[in-house]
């Protein structure tokens, strides 16, 4: 910790800012980690889709007919 500081001392003003900027964007990215669950992640991905709720549903159910296929053997 103390190399950190000795070297963030070193830095010019402008490059301490970016530092801690950097900083904050890490920060902010991991208490997202923390907060997000499936229902939101859905809600930001359905916003830049085209499918509809009934289109993923239709995929859904294609899916498990997929996974109930039986392989041939040779």
């Known amino acids: 910790m103390d190399e950190i500081i ?3 001392g070193m830095l ?3 490059k301490r800012q ?3 900027d950097f900083l904050d964007f890490l ?4 208490e997202k980690e923390n907060t ?3 229902s939101s992640y859905k809600a930001k991905i359905l ?3 085209n499918w509809s709720e009934e289109d993923i549903k239709l995929m859904q159910a294609n899916s498990k007919k997929m996974n ?5 053997e040779w």
Request: no cysteine.
């Open 18 to 20: 970016e530092i801690l």
């Open 36 to 38: 997000e669950d499936f």
């Open 27 to 30: 920060l902010s990215k991991q």
């Open 12 to 14: 010019n003003a402008a």
């Open 6 to 8: 000795v070297k963030f």
């Open 47 to 49: 916003k830049v889709s």
């Open 68 to 72: 109930a296929w039986q392989v041939p």
